[in-house]
Every structure is written in C-alpha cells, then in structure tokens.
C-alpha cells in the first residue's frame, strides 16, 4: 500500500500506480477497509487526483471525505451513468456536476473545503 | 435529507466534537447516497479498528479527543494483533505499538473488545429485521442474509460514525426493496459435493464474481447449508464481488420461496453451478506448486463446531507443517472448557485468536504452498503474503498436514 501500486492478482492495471491519476471503477468490491486505504494513499500523497464511479460507492466517498478533513488532502469522487470506456475521454460540465457529499465546514487546520 | 431534531442537535455539536464530526460525515454520505433521511440502528460492528496506516488512527484518536462514545452496542472486528498469543506476531515493533494505539483508541470510545470477524457468533447476535450498522464483508453478507438483520456495507469511519450517532441513512439493504434478489443461480450439484464443505466456498466465490452489486438469489441448496457453510458462501461472495446480501430459497430466512425473495419479478437468466463451474473455480483460487508448506483455515473465524470438528479429525494424530487456524477470543474460551483446545494442539494447530494469519504477519515463510479451506484466503493470500495457495476441504487439509504433502481426495472428477 505504500508504493499505491495495484497488487490484486489479475488486475488487468496490476503494478500500475494511482497515484496522481483518475480512478474510474463501475463499482467499488470488496473489502470494506477501502476507506482507511484512500485516506492513507491521499494522507502519503501518492492517492488518485479523482474518483469516477459508476454507481455510487459510499466507502470510497468517507474515505476522501475523511483525508479532506483530516489532512486537507483532495479528492474528488463523482458518480456518472455515463459508460466508462476506459479509452475515452469525458468532459465534466460543471453546470450538471451536483456536489452533494460534502462536508460544510472546514475542519481544524485543513485549508477550506471548497463545494 | 429530512434531519430530527436530535440529528440537528448533534450537528451542532450539543452531543459534542466527536458527534458532531461523524454526523457530519454522516449527512454527507447520506446525500452522497441520495438517503431521505436517518434511522436509528441498534448495534454496530466496527471494522476501522484494524491497522492499515496513520490516517486510520488520527480518525480514530481525534473521536477520543473529541468525547467520542458510541451509543449503541458495538463490537470490534479483527485487529493486527492477537493479544492472547503476542508471541506470534512477526511484524515491526512500530508496526505493532501503532495498531495497539489504534485498538486502544476504540475500547476508549466504548466498543466491546471482542476482537472477530465473525460477530454472529458471539452469544448476542442480531435478530431478524434489526436495523444495524456493521463493518467487515464476511459479516455483513452474514447478517443480511442468514440472520436476516439489516446493514449496508459500512466500512471504516463510517462504522464508527454510525456507532457513536447511532444512525444510519435509510438506503440500500437497510429497506425492503433494497433486499430483493436480481440474480439467479441454479446448484447442480451431486449429494457428494452438497455434502462437502468446500463446496460452498467455491459456490459463493463464482457468485460474488458474477453478482457485481447485486443480490444473488441460489436456488438448490438445502438444510445442509448450514451456518458455517453459508458463512463460507457470504465470505467467499464478499471477497470476490461486492456481495452484501444472497438469499438461498428454502433455506434463508427470506427466500422461503424464490417468489418471495424475487418480490414476485422475473429476474432474468439463471446461472448454472455444476461441477464444472466448482473445478474452474477452484483453478482459479489455487496458485498450487504441489508442495506443501503449511495449512491456515478459520477465514472467517472458525465457529465451536468447526473447531469440533477439527478436533474430531486431528485426534490422536500429529502435523508435520506448521497448522494455523483462526478463532474469536470468546470461542476459543468454550473451545477450552471444552476440552478441544488441548486437543487441537496435541495435533500441532496454532490457535490464533483478534486477528487473522492473511491479514498480519504471523504464518511467516513457508516453504511450498498455503493450504486453505477459505475462499476468502485463497482471494487475498498471494497479494497479502507473497504465497501461493491450495484449496482443498478442512478434511483434506488435515489429511494433508498428516501426510506433509497435499492430499486433495475430492478433486477428481469435481
């Protein structure tokens, strides 16, 4: 977890690194720890820059919600019903983008967490 | 989201720092969820209590700071450490001292230091249709289905948050509609492999693969899934897919009809299990090299009847490669009233107790494969201990550490 490599055996990224790059998952699977994990690849800085989900994944969500919150760390997650193709490229308009998850105010020494 | 009073009250920090924090988080992940509001639940498991790194405990240390206490009854789920048996753990002294710190901050606030995976079987267990808010996969797949009690697939933070509020957004499992089957999968199986422990493992495996989000509805099972086995299924369905509820017609409490835990809906193409679906599952699983290197089982925690009938197997014999098998602190007190404890390490088992051997380094290396019963361990092993894995029944494991080879009597002709 340290390196923010994907070590899941048949991962078709596996050995791949997030850091730094966007996430796109159909869902989230399996364990329910994925929470703290996102909170301490973003608190290492070596977590994704964003989250791209298609269907809403609450663990995922508490987890950059957490790291906003505790170490100011961003990490936006957005759940589309777009298909995610992977290999192509997707425009975020931000007149239908709808922040719901977020937290109203700023915790204690994190910089403020902006809608 | 509608917000009571009392929700509001907590926003604003009258029940304190550390409610105010989790409710926050609380209304966001409901909104995040499209939750209409928040219900109260009755008891909680917390799955944030092991150690995967700072960020967990800064969370968890900032609650204490904050006056953090749950508010309802709240169990603890596996640990890094098991504080029965300290000797075992081979990790970094730092490594150690932080999940200790970790375990620590959580008894502060007021969970029962139970220290399982397996929380249904503990002597207080949820009833059918109650409102809970439980963490670990293995456990929530469990509750949902074989107990019938009602939990979303919380996970670390958001479990405690829920246990000191002591609500929960009303979505998902936690509604009627939320419950209602969307797969089909059909058992084809033989008396001999229904009769087979291993069965059920594989069975959950291939249906949480197939599942994704859904809930699987396996119709062909009957009174020989029983708890340990459907245990095995939940377990092995929550490790390969996101499964967090399955129903069993005939045999779970709410599929006593395929129509009943359909809502009536057709719901599309079945599955087929039959042998051949069980052997590829079983290729898929096991990363075998054909030796032997040591055996782990009780992933999830092994119940007081699977120690029985561990105890039953081994009796009298002796293991030639290291034996590990996992267990709650509060089962291995009956198992030890009962006598099997002794017994069990006359045969050569290391009874690990709070934590598991996939999850921290107690096993350590072995030379030659990891044999296993557990789907879930066969799933998580390579990637978490470097090892290769063999699947095989809790019989054939024990056959096999006899033997110091594997011996896997079932697999011809599966």
């Known amino acids: 977890m340290t390196t923010g490599q994907i070590v899941e055996r048949g991962h078709p990224q596996h050995g791949e690194v997030v850091a730094g790059r966007i996430l796109a998952l159909a869902h989230g699977r399996g364990s329910s720890s994925s929470s703290s994990v996102l909170a301490e690849l973003l608190r290492l800085g070596i977590g994704p820059s964003g989250i791209v989900l298609g269907a809403p994944d609450s663990i995922l969500v508490i987890g950059a919600l957490v790291a906003g919150a505790l170490y100011g760390a961003i990490c936006p997650v957005v759940v589309t019903d777009a298909t995610l193709d992977p290999m192509g490229i997707w425009e975020i308009d931000e007149d239908r983008l709808d922040p719901v998850a977020v937290l109203e105010k700023p915790a204690d020494n994190a910089d403020t967490w902006e809608k | 989201m509608d917000l009571t009073a009392d929700d509001r009250a907590a926003l604003t920090g009258d029940h304190g720092e550390a409610a105010r924090f989790c409710m926050e988080l609380m209304v966001a992940v409901g909104r995040a969820d499209d939750a209409p509001r928040l219900i109260d639940i009755e008891s909680a498991h917390i799955d944030g209590c092991l150690y995967h790194g700072r960020a967990g405990l800064d969370f968890a240390e900032r609650l204490v700071a904050g006056g953090g206490e749950v508010a309802v009854p709240t169990t603890l789920n596996v640990s890094s450490l098991d504080l029965l048996h300290p000797d075992l753990y081979r990790g970094d002294l730092e490594t150690a001292t932080l999940a200790r710190r970790l375990m620590e901050a959580y008894m502060v606030l007021g969970c029962r230091s139970t220290w399982t995976c397996a929380p249904y079987q503990l002597e207080a267990r949820p ?288």
């Not at chain 2, 808010?133 to 949902?144: K, L, P, Q, T």
């Not at chain 2, 409490?253 to 039959?274: C, H, K, N, Q, R």
């Not at chain 2, 390490?345 to 557990?374: A, H, K, R, W």
């Open chain 2, 127 to 414: 009833r059918f249709g109650a409102q809970i808010a439980w963490g670990e996969s293995n456990a929530i797949v469990f509750a949902n289905s074989v107990l019938g009690a009602r939990t979303n697939r919380y996970g670390d933070f958001m479990d405690i948050c829920c246990a000191i509020t002591g609500r929960a957004p009303l979505t998902g499992l936690h509604t009627d509609h939320g419950r209602i089957g969307t797969m089909l999968f059909e058992i084809r199986l033989p008396d001999r492999l229904l009769d087979l422990d291993l069965t059920y493992a594989l069975v959950g495996h291939i249906v949480g693969r197939m599942a994704g989000v859904g809930v699987p509805v396996i119709v062909g099972l009957d009174r020989r899934a029983d708890e340990d086995r459907l245990k095995a299924l939940g377990a092995a369905a929550a490790s390969s897919g996101s499964v967090a509820m399955f129903h069993a017609v005939g045999v779970t409490p709410e599929a006593a009809t395929l129509y009943t835990a359909t809502g009536g809906a057709e719901i599309g193409t079945s599955v087929v299990l039959d042998s051949a679906a069980l052997a590829s599952a079983r290729n898929e699983l096991s990363s075998e090299t054909g030796t032997l290197g040591g055996v782990s089982v009780g992933t999830p925690h092994m119940s007081i009847s699977e120690l029985a009938t561990l105890a039953a197997l081994t009796a009298g014999r002796r293991a030639v490669v290291p034996f590990f098998a996992n267990t709650g602190r509060d089962t291995l007190a009956s198992a030890d009233s009962l006598g099997l404890t002794k017994s069990l390490e006359e045969f050569g088992v290391t009874l690990v107790t709070d934590t598991c051997t996939y999850i921290t380094p107690i096993i350590g290396p072995i030379e030659g494969d990891l044999m296993t019963n557990s789907a879930k361990l066969a799933y998580y092993a390579p990637a978490n201990l470097g090892v290769t894995v063999c699947l095989a029944s809790l019989a054939d494991c024990v056959e096999s550490a006899v033997a110091g080879r594997p011996v896997t009597s079932e697999s011809p002709g599966w």
